[in-house]
């Protein structure tokens, strides 16, 4: 069940092996019988349909929950205890029994437990487990995302212990049955705070032409052995979880950020990727080693990016060998990220936002991240490790989780295609990739940059983890698997399983097609999750900070046009809301033109267009529903006036006068990046 934010939801059928599409069915939010997102529930398909011709149905049973702990805020009426869930996920507040017997007093934050979910007959009924504190005290807010997304906790006994054992028996001098690369120049690129140092990169110039590229990922398979307590944690965490000013780690830090990070002077134990390229950036060549290596220089992105700017000028001493290494790496990522987008990959260009804390967990500063030719090198050559690896086990027969980004419906991209032809952008072959970058290409850094931007990202499926044989659509790669980050992805720490056994000279075994999809099923959900998190968080953050700044007027962008009203988003400051048609002017009507996606005022021809830059004013922030309201300042806009006043055809919104009824309220979505320890895209 995927339950709206008005009540209603969407149940899909359970999908056919002839591959048509499942039938979906529409639930409306009084036949939902207190059914939620994510549950399982037994459904009638009904003999309504919606404008369309969309089937309806009626939910007859809740079969399973998939969550049944909130986080909202306790208040009392009446005598009576109430908690109301954060994000208006209740339409009304759920009833709890004894409050008093955890100490919850008026405004603090509390996680509920949920014993009779709210339906059209019964008000919800919960009890308090635990008390968080007020809503504006110091990491409140991070433990409201936590227990609101059940992310886990600390470390079991048993798993630390385990870690513990491992790392009794590592020596760091015992190379055993492993290849020895320390005579290899290798470095590490990295955020500048990173902790963990999963990856690390040598490069040589061949003899005879061309270059050996060395991708050395971190053997956490070494220390986490199969069916083991650690493993099972692993598998069960599936993810580290990044949150602003905190890190939720999959494997004990004696492990992520000890003895497996690829740490500098250190000797580490490695599996490798050795990748041959011709002078023109063509693979010829493919082996892995198991291996160990000593990393002679850790790089942040900002050093390097100084570096290649102007090596000369480079404030530190850096190795000659180790220059001449990055000037290498320079030149062959440039020549394999221009190959990739020969073949048809695809690159969005969606900011990317960072929020630096101050000690008290609070937003001290928001700031655009950079993606860089640093960063660009670093991409270049995990994706390579990341192919080569994929293209091994799949020429070996064997089933694996693959990473696949399922391609965009036709459909969808034509829509896509209409849509950017209102903002002036002609796309002739919406199914052609390199259509499609060119479109993005030309749009950007310009104000339509992030509609056409983001109207692209909602034509796209979302990438995931299955042992489907599917290819993956933005990267344009037949096959595609993570290899790369064992250290904060399961699914990579499975891969490596499987190289390790190539790289020894052995037949490595494959999943079988049951594991892998109750396995890419799994490690799927908690990534989501994880993603969810860090947004919400970050959500959280933004709001409480502009909170303190209510009346206040900043820049903004329409990213958004609809006959109700414009969506607004703040720039620098990535917050989005509703302005309401009823807030734009006084006494005005507005004709909606879906063609220009503009709104007009047919009396005073005030006009909001996508991609209008605009002045927006901090009207009002709910920590409940975790929104923002805008208004928009009365010297924005522009006078578009057209013969005839009006736009003949098309619907029209009326602007009421002081005696009329508006309504205020705004929505609130947030992007955003995370402070602390930085972390390169998801592919």
Known sequence: MQRTARGAGFFRLPSRDDGVPPTELFIKASDMHGAFDGDTVRVRMTGRRRGGGSRCGEVVAVLERVKTRFVGRYFERDGRGLVRVDRGLFEGPIEVGDPTARGARPGDQVVLEILHFPDRNRVGEGVVVEVLGARDLPGVDQQTVIHEYGLPGEFSEEVLQEARDVA?????????????????????????????FDDAISLEPLEDGGWRLGVHIADVSHFVRPRGALDREARLRGTSVYLPGQVIPMLPELLSNGLASLQQKRLRYVLSA???????????????????????????????????????????????????????????????????????????????????????????????????????????????????????????????????????????????????????????????????????????GGPLSHAVNYALLRSFKQAEYTGREDGHYALAAEDYCHFTSPIRRYPDLVIHRMITAIAVGKRPKGLTDAKATRL????????????????????????????????????????????????????????????????????????????????????????????????????????????????????????????????????????????????????????????????????
């Open 168 to 196: 009794a028996t590592f020596d760091d001098e015992v190379l055993g049955d492993r290849q020895d690369f320390t005579d290899l120049t290798v470095v590490t690129i990295d955020p500048a705070d990173a902790r963990d």
């Open 274 to 444: 050795m990748i041959e390229y011709t002078d023109e950036g063509i693979v010829r060549h493919v082996e892995f080693a198991k291996a160990a290596i000593r990393v002679d220089r850790r790089f942040s992105y900002e050093e390097v990016s100084g570096l290649l700017a102007d090596p000369d000028g480079f404030p530190g001493r850096v190795a000659a060998p180790v220059r001449s290494l990055l000037a290498d790496m320079h030149r062959l990522s440039r020549l394999l990220r221009r190959r990739r987008f020969d073949a048809g990959a695809l690159e969005l260009h969606l900011p990317e936002v960072r929020i630096e804390l101050d000690r008290q967990g609070g937003v001290e500063s928001i700031r655009e991240a950079v993606h860089d030719e640093s960063h660009q090198v670093i991409e270049e050559f995990m994706l390579a490790a990341n192919t080569a690896v994929a293209r091994e086990l799949a020429g070996r027969g064997l089933v694996f989780l693959r990473r696949v980004h399922p391609s965009p419906s036709p459909a969808k991209l034509r829509q896509f295609a209409t849509f950017v032809s209102g903002l002036g952008f002609r796309l002739d072959r919406p199914q052609s990739r390199p259509a499609l970058q060119a479109l993005i290409d030309s749009a950007s």
């Open 520 to 683: 890419g099923r799994s490690c799927s959900m908690t990534e989501r999750r994880a993603e969810q998190a860090e947004r919400a968080l970050i959500q959280l953050k933004l709001l409480h900070y502009l909170d303190n700044r209510r009346g206040e007027t900043i820049d903004a962008v329409v990213v958004g046009v609809e006959k109700f009203g414009v969506i607004c988003r703040g720039v620098g400051i990535p917050v989005e809301s509703l302005v309401h048609v009823s807030e734009l002017a006084a006494n005005d009507f507005f004709d909606f033109d879906r063609g220009e996606l503009t709104l007009t005022g047919r009396r005073t021809g005030r006009s909001f267009r996508l991609g209008d830059a605009v002045r927006v004013k901090i009207v009002a922030v709910d920590l409940d529903d975790r929104s923002i309201r805008f208004a928009m300042d009365a010297r924005s806009g522009t006078i578009r006036r057209r013969e005839g006043g009006g736009t003949s055809g098309n619907r029209s919104s009326r602007t009421p006068g002081a005696g009329g009824r508006s309504r205020p309220r705004g929505t609130g979505k947030q992007g955003g990046r995370r402070g602390g320890r930085g972390r390169r895209r998801r592919r």
